[in-house]
């Protein structure tokens, strides 16, 4: 069965859909008709369906869900520049649980972030309950203890402070299998993702390093949070209704780029 499929009567003899497809799984005929190439290796990036004006091209390898409309009213550039320069890392929150309806609309649409070859690889671990939360923290501060590699953490947890997730009544987690050389990159780019998603949606977030580094140190911690075997988390991020609104945006080094 062909991967690529074309109405014919639908297609426009465009060519969009054999620019854009990043495999060179299609090709175009001498009327312009689009066909799939021989020895095509799809990724199932689903450019091609994408970009066709006339929803003449089907793609027999993505999901069998509806594809998305795209909103015609983007957020402009001055609105994206100050989503970005006014996030901060909020350690602070209020006692609210987060919704779950809501951490999961945030998760479907973070799931969609780029990964290499579209491979798909990156899941997931979420958690709402406040409770559920305090004790992970819990067992992580007790691996910091037994382990002796962050004794000032854990002494500060000792005295009573929540350095862990400070006290965030949610938290997310995400993971690639151990043998997938492009898992620490694409997890990082869904957090990225789904941070400025829970920004936007009036949430506070912090990545949740000491975490990360406790579930990859002790197999009980990572058992707790039930990590799939043979996956690794490469970051996480602590979620919360923010206890304080930040209303200026502080100073950073000067841009540090090389111009080719």
């Known amino acids: 069965m062909s991967i690529i499929q074309v109405d014919a009567q639908a297609c426009a003899l465009c060519g969009m859909c054999a620019e854009v497809c990043p ?12 066909f799939e190439t021989d020895g095509a290796s799809c990724i199932a990036c689903g450019h091609c369906v994408a970009v066709c004006p006339h929803d003449a091209l089907t793609n027999t390898k993505l999901p069998e869900e509806p594809a998305l409309p795209v909103s015609k009213d983007q957020p402009t550039p001055e609105a994206m520049a100050n989503l ?11 006692d609210d649980q987060v919704d779950p309806a809501q951490l999961a609309e945030l998760l479907d649409v973070a799931r969609r972030s780029p990964t290499a070859v579209n491979s798909q690889h990156v899941g997931w671990i979420a958690c709402c309950d406040p409770a559920r939360t305090r004790a992970t923290a819990a067992a992580c501060a007790a691996w910091m203890k037994s382990s002796g590699l962050m004794p000032r953490y854990a002494e500060r947890w000792d005295q009573g402070e929540e350095v862990v997730l400070r006290g965030a009544p949610a938290f997310v987690l995400a993971h690639a299998p151990a043998d997938y050389a492009w898992g620490s990159v694409d997890c990082t780019i869904a957090l990225s993702a789904l941070e400025m998603l829970a920004v936007a949606n009036g949430l506070g977030t912090c990545w949740a390093g000491l975490l990360t580094r406790g579930i990859g140190n002790d197999t009980a911690l990572a058992r707790s949070v039930q990590l799939p075997e043979g996956h690794v988390v490469h970051g996480g991020l ?9 209303r200026a945006i502080p100073p950073r080094k000067p841009l540090s780029a090389i111009w080719l």
Do not use: N, Q, T, W
């Not at 495999?23 to 689009?34: K, M």
């Open 238 to 246: 602590m979620l919360g209704h923010p206890k304080y609104r930040y």
């Open 84 to 94: 970005v320069l006014a996030r901060r890392s909020v350690r602070e929150f209020k």
């Open 23 to 34: 495999a060179g799984c299609i090709g175009s005929d001498a009327e312009g008709l689009p």
